[in-house]
């Protein structure tokens, strides 16, 4: 028998919340039947265009007895009480990264997750870009060997306004963390983190303390080493990429072109068309995998959802990056 849709409670409807909202409306095995936004408006106008109800309260939202599973959207400061709140209605849950700024609140929220038998999941959708999870793919089955070097670049468009940095926790908890992901998804068992920030060109982040410019270097307990850059600003478009390199090859993912035509005249040759501009375009598919794969888990099948230890050990891999940018010294980490 198919199991009917999931009916989806998304709380939180800025930008990334309308991109879920889209993702869970075009999944057959989905329906997003409340949303929730303490900016009512923002939640009428999402709720209009899929038709399903709209509240200013995630408390009305979670205990309505009329959705299976909670989509977390909202401001980072709100996620550790509407994992909670979720978990305690028994109500499956998906929540974008970070699970917080602070790691005490993350472990505080530790035991209740662990024991409450009710799944809860990270948002870390480049796990399931095509392009990432096939190279990991190749790597665990060996074909390049024991990994010894990855290389993840990650550079946004253009520097995010100073109002967004003075919340975001910095560029290692706000940027990095998904890179940090990235790395523990190659290499899971990172044990020291290294780290250079600088003030290259961002007022903004040098008014609210923060880099605009970083460079990481993680060390596995195999030897391995990880390298993420980063940079607020790339002329060029959105820089994703990634180079896995071993003892018996290479592994490389480019980045994602607007399109697959090049021109070749008297004064060019296979001139290209650009990147594709933001991470609404180049993970659209990977959002929508994300979502198919929490479904699953949801529902008590297999699934490979990023968990709650994975979204506490990024955050904690940021902390330390933080610390050893700060303090230029070499931090040792446990993810246990």
């Known amino acids: 028998m198919t199991p009917s849709p999931l009916r989806f409670g998304l709380i939180g409807t800025g930008r990334i919340g309308q991109v879920h ?15 929730a936004d303490p900016f009512v408006e923002g939640a009428t106008v999402l709720a209009d265009r899929y038709g399903c109800r709209s509240t200013a309260s995630s408390e009305e939202l979670i205990t309505s007895g009329e959705v299976d599973a909670i989509l977390v959207a ?11 709140e979720s978990v305690d209605a028994g109500l499956p849950v998906l929540c974008e990264k970070p699970i917080d700024l602070d790691i005490g609140r993350v472990d505080a929220l530790r035991p209740k997750v662990a024991s409450a038998g009710v799944p809860v999941a990270l948002g870390f959708n480049r796990r399931f870009d095509p ?12 074909e390049i060997g024991a990994l010894e070097q990855l290389s993840i670049i990650s550079r946004d468009p253009s520097a995010p306004p100073a109002a967004y940095l003075a919340v975001s926790g910095g560029i290692f908890r706000d940027m990095t963390i998904h890179d940090f ?11 020291e983190v290294s780290a250079v920030g600088t003030n290259t060109f961002d007022d903004g982040a040098r008014e609210q303390g923060d880099f605009d410019t970083a460079v990481t270097v993680l060390r596995s307990a195999s ?11 790339c002329a ?14 290479m592994i490389s993912v480019e980045n994602a072109r607007t399109s697959l035509v090049s021109v070749s005249t008297a004064t060019a040759v296979e001139a290209k068309p650009p990147y594709q501009r933001f991470f609404l375009e180049r993970y659209a598919q990977a959002y929508a995998a994300e979502l198919r794969e929490f479904i699953k888990l949801a529902r008590g099948e297999a699934s490979t959802s990023p968990t709650f230890e994975d979204g506490r050990a990024a955050l904690i891999l940021a902390d330390a990056a933080q610390r050893a940018a700060t303090e230029r010294i070499t931090v040792p980490v446990d993810l246990s």
């Open 223 to 233: 030897g391995a080493v990880v390298t993420v850059t980063n940079s607020r600003h």
């Open 236 to 249: 060029f478009g959105y820089d994703q990429r990634i180079e896995a390199f071993g003892e018996r090859g």
């Open 131 to 142: 392009s990432f999870a096939d190279a990991r793919e190749r790597v665990l089955r060996g």
């Open 74 to 84: 909202s401001s980072t400061p709100t996620h550790v009480d509407l994992i909670a």
């Open 21 to 35: 909202a889209a993702s869970i409306t075009a999944d057959p095995d989905a329906t997003l039947a409340w949303v």
């Open 181 to 191: 992901d990235m790395a523990r998804f190659f290499l899971p068992d990172i044990i």
